[in-house]
Structure formats: structure tokens, C-alpha cells
């Protein structure tokens, strides 16, 4: 496997920290909603990036 470059981790670290962020909001969000379709969607969304989240961190190791 190549190594990573000193921009490439910063950027993966950026992307990470963006979705980290995106995935508190989303489940926060989640617990705020009294629509139950609402609810779902939001749960979905903070579904999606936890993939996007774990497959960066997958490039980590």
C-alpha cells in the first residue's frame, strides 16, 4: 500500500472531522423530531456519513 502524503492525511483529517460533525448534528437533530418521517430521514442522513466517515478511517489503516 503507498504511503499516505503530509496532504493527503490533512485533508482525510479535515473530511473526518467534517463528518464527525455532520453525524452529531444529524442524530441530535434526530432526537429533537416529533415527525416520525422526519425522524427517519435524519437518522438516514447520519447513517450515510458514518459510511462516509468509516471509510476514510479505513484509508488510516
Do not use: V
Amino acid at each position: 500500500m503507498p504511503q499516505i502524503t503530509e496532504k493527503e492525511l490533512s485533508a482525510i483529517e479535515d473530511e473526518l472531522s467534517s463528518e464527525g460533525t455532520l453525524i452529531s448534528k444529524m442524530k441530535a437533530y434526530s432526537q429533537m423530531c416529533s415527525d416520525q418521517e422526519l425522524k427517519q430521514k435524519c437518522d438516514a442522513i447520519a447513517k450515510k456519513h458514518q459510511g462516509h466517515y468509516d471509510q476514510l478511517m479505513s484509508f488510516l489503516s
